[in-house]
């Protein structure tokens, strides 16, 4: 595990050391060649000034066109102080830096209520108004001609101004990458990856950018005032639009992504200025073709070449390593838990909340209330409106009509940060974590939120030994403590669910809300985490949503049913698994016989004759990052047949999927589609030549309609519109809805249906019935048993039961490696095979019933 570099290595990779260094050896070389010294005081401001920028893009995903706009008007605050009030350089800097932080923070609070490009457009328009201002106000600003003559009597010469530059630089960096490692900015990471987890864990996200445009705005109005000095005067066309990009360029051309890339950026780009502005007036024309072709060989920029000449594959923002892990970790305490069972008054309680959208009803006068321990499930059959409900509890969206109270008070008008810092946690449906994040780190944000630590600008963040342990002993609870130092990226589906529950319970709630917390784990994950829930269960509120109905009726205290956003059954799971209501509207079908395939027969199938296969794996390995994930992996897929691809969490299934489909490149073996090699072809001809992939979490276009999603994938010999609607009747009515307001079953639908949409001789289906309810599920599977009189499928799934059924053949993998290769129906009838390769238990095994309780149509 990393736990930090030595001290030495600490040292000479510390990255103020090697900016120290480079500035020092550029400074001594200009000197011995007889260079003007003042360029390399310009690469030494450039790179305060990229710096500023790339604290925006980096740590916060934040892209300032026009940050020349502070860069400018700083100059202009010092030259035109400096010429009424005269002073040193040092009162010159603190006015620009003063005049910048000003302007921050007054034009952020306007723009920050956009994102995305538009925030980057009207940093852009505020430059461009800037620049007229300047150009045209003759009396103040000089015009045209600018203002000269700004003074510089503690440094005139130019070997002493440089040596105090690179001093202002060199402390200024130092601050941004303290700043980097504390509190805040870590905070700042974590929104750049994932906004949405990061107000839910209670900070706000608005303020937070708020205040970091306004330290970069300072620091690139430091930039801006030594520029001015460095001229001994200021001019317009540091405003203009066409210089309004340069520091976003030089970020780029060293690398957004590191923190020394400014550095970089800046030798280059000056470098190459003046040697190609000396041979012609149209040096842009040279330079522009040169950064396109850079930026094609290296997106990560400079740096990024650096990184992969010493072998490491990684962001620079931050040092390397996590906090050491301690020798005993101290067992998971619940935060936030209620001393004793209340049977008084409730913490939630919700009376007549309704939401729709447009026509479609997703409450509809929905009371309900929630005591202040147990757990609580709410159930119903996809698209019954449970998500929304939470959401609505969160804050992400505003109900119609309807009171929610939490502790007593209302708080169904408040930002979703303030619902959670009253002790609201919840996790999503669809996985939400910070990617580029460590697991360790994931956890130590939520830990930061429960404390009230939101913002911190000096202390490192690793200091704190309290939160260190805690976070410890939430990564133990949930079995991730060995890959703590890893990126979440880099974690397998299962793993990342673990962490999101992890990220959840740091946050010490009263009120727990889990979207399906079992969804995609393997069934010892699935056991580890129910342990957990019941244990939470007996000092927390827990409001959970899940569609393992055997294990709901099992852990539950009490059960809520949502259908067609009406509350139709309410109580103990006894009652509710009675209500021939719920058993019509949720369990539907599920618990019946598995669906007959097209053409099956109540008779064993006549065995098909020996024939060339149509997929063909031959010893096929890859991986991640250098790491080994497949390891001479052999299958084949014949036409016309299903096969079933099983496994534990993280054993490599969707990287056999991804492998095949392209997208990641095969590190040896072959694979052969009708005997011709394809490994070698891009994803999207893989695709033409008729490989289909369905994948994990749907991926449909949000804010595209179920029509235009489908037509995006239509290709001449697909199946047509009529015949979708056919295969699934309700994407019938559900044609023109956008794909965001679908329910899980829905958009697994669509998803199918969009593989079908072009020519496909072999699907692949990653995890199709993964977060459904049971009467959707088996609507999904005849659906999907249908499709083998169209194309042979290859269904991975993590519940062995749900799909050999309807399989011919399994492989189960095993660290990478196919532990067994034969027939489905083989494999089904062997539980202790089953039990040995994919750890299955029985639900009545694996979960014990409550009280003894004895539940009516359990499996």
Known sequence: MRTGPSASRRLWEHPIVVLTAVLLAASGLALAWGMPIQRITQIAIYTLYGAGVNFL???????????????????????????????????????????????????????????????????????????????????????????????????????????????????????????????????????????????????????????????????????????????????????????????????????????????????????????????????????????????????????????RLVGRNRWTLTRDGIPERPARIVPYAPGGAVTGRDGGTPILVVRGLSKRFGSIVTQNDVSLEVSRTGLHSLIGPNGAGKTTFFNLLTGIIRADAGSIQFEGQEIGRLPPHRRARLGLARSFQILSVFPHLTAFENVRIAVQAAEGHWYGFWRDAYDDEVANGRVWSLLDAVGLAGRADELCASLSHGEKRLLEIAVSLATNAKLLLLDEPLAGLAESDRKVVSALIRRLAQSHAILLIEHDIDRVLAMSDRITVLHQGRLIADGKPAEVARNPDVVTAYLGRAHGAPPRRVGQMATPPVPRPAAAPLLQLEGVSAGYGGGTVLDGVSLTVQAGEVVALLGRNGVGKTTLLRTITGTLPASAGRILLDGREIGALRPDQINRHGIALVPEGRRLFPNLTVQENLKLAMRPGGTSQEEICDLFPKLRVLMRARAENLSGGERQMVAISRALMMPSRLILLDEPFEGLAPAVVQEVREAVAKLTARASLMIVEHHAESVLAMADRAYVLVNGRVAFGGSAGELAADTALQERLLGVAQVSESVAPRDGLMIEGAA
Not at 124 to 138: G, H, P
Not at 186 to 191: E, F
Not at 275 to 281: D, N, Q, V
């Open 57 to 307: 893009i980096g740590y916060l995903g934040l892209v300032p066109f026009g940050a020349s706009f502070f860069f400018g008007c700083a100059g202009y605050a010092l030259a035109i102080t400096s010429g009424a009030l005269g002073g040193s350089e040092i009162s010159g800097l603190v006015i620009a830096a003063g005049f910048a932080l000003i302007l921050a923070a007054l034009v952020g609070s306007v723009i920050l209520r956009r994102r995305g490009l538009y925030f980057s457009l009207l940093t852009l328009a505020c430059s461009q108004i800037a620049f007229e201002v300047a150009f045209k106000w003759t009396s103040v600003t000089g015009g045209e001609n600018g203002l000269q003559n700004v003074l510089r009597p503690l440094f005139p010469s130019a070997l002493a101004f440089h040596a105090f530059t690179v001093a202002v630089v060199l402390g200024l960096l130092w601050g941004l990458w303290r700043l980097a490692h504390a509190p805040f900015g870590r905070l700042m990471q974590a929104l750049r990856d994932n906004e949405q987890r990061v107000v839910s864990l209670g900070y706000d996200t608005y303020r937070t950018k708020l205040i970091a445009l306004t330290i970069a705005g300072g620091v690139i109005g430091v930039g801006g005032g030594l520029m001015a000095l460095l001229l001994q005067g200021v001019y317009a066309n540091n405003l203009d639009w066409q210089h309004a990009g340069d520091a976003v360029l030089m970020a780029a051309l060293g690398g957004v992504h590191h923190f020394l890339g400014p550095l970089w950026g800046a030798i280059v780009f000056i470098v190459l200025e003046d040697r190609l502005s000396a041979i012609t007036e149209n040096w842009w024309l040279i330079f522009a073709p040169l950064i396109i072709v850079f930026a094609l060989l290296s997106p990560e920029g400079i740096q990024g070449i650096f990184q």
